[in-house]
């Protein structure tokens, strides 16, 4: 029995360092990188879904961060302003970003998205927060989907706690390339609250680059 819990004790520190490494070399937020300073507010939530749109098309990852920055240089960082913009103003943003293979039907869907959002919340997706059942509700926005969706709450969880842990198919796919719990409660007893966010990032970064699994064992010494 001793010998399970000295085992058991083992694995513990070994996915508590895993998790201090993958944090620091790439424990950064999506939507950070982007240039959002995510606060429970309606410009950078408004932001971050925008951004969770462009992420859920199969392009880079990298591309769709430099196409939500180019929209928000463009002036479109909340729904009215989204709204108020031309397509072609749309297309030519997104063109900006990189992200030219999807550009036409992601200018409409951010059109058609922005104006339901408008109706239906204010443009405040503080108020969709607040319906029974918020996950229904982000999906019937147009161009977010499950996946849009999932990557969304990933990032909100920082300031919608009620949704913590919300770790998704793809980061728990980086935590068993990594050789991590593929429980979302387990991997949330290893980090902070306010850092389980920022390790659901790095593992989403593990899964789509075994390099990032790689390196991130080798500095942790596992």
């Known amino acids: ?119 239906e919340y204010k443009g405040d997706l503080r108020r969709l927060r607040e319906d029974p059942d918020p996950k229904k509700r982000l999906r019937e926005v147009p161009g977010i989907g499950p996946t849009g969706t999932d990557i969304f709450l990933r990032e909100a969880q920082a300031v919608w706690p009620e949704f913590v842990p919300h770790i998704d198919q793809k980061a728990l796919q980086g935590a068993e390339r990594l050789g991590l719990p593929r429980s979302a409660d387990a991997l949330a007893r290893l980090v902070t609250e306010r850092e389980v966010a920022p390790l659901a990032a790095g593992l989403v970064r593990a899964a789509l680059d075994k390099k990032v699994a790689d390196e991130v064992r080798e500095a942790a010494g596992v």
């Open 1 to 119: 029995m001793s010998g399970t819990r000295s085992r058991n004790s083992e694995n513990s520190e070994k996915d508590k360092a895993l998790a201090r490494t993958l944090l620091k070399r790439y424990g950064r937020t999506y939507a950070r990188e982007a240039g959002i300073t995510l606060r429970d507010t309606p410009s950078p939530l408004y932001r971050l879904l925008v951004l969770s749109l462009l992420l859920s098309a199969r392009i880079r990852a990298d591309i769709a961060v430099a196409a939500a920055r180019a929209l928000s240089d463009a002036g479109m960082r909340d729904a009215r302003r989204m709204a108020d913009a031309t397509w072609q103003q749309r297309v030519d943003a997104l063109g900006e970003g990189g992200y030219r293979r999807y550009d036409e039907k992601t200018a409409t869907q951010l059109g058609d998205g922005a104006e339901l959002l408008l109706r």
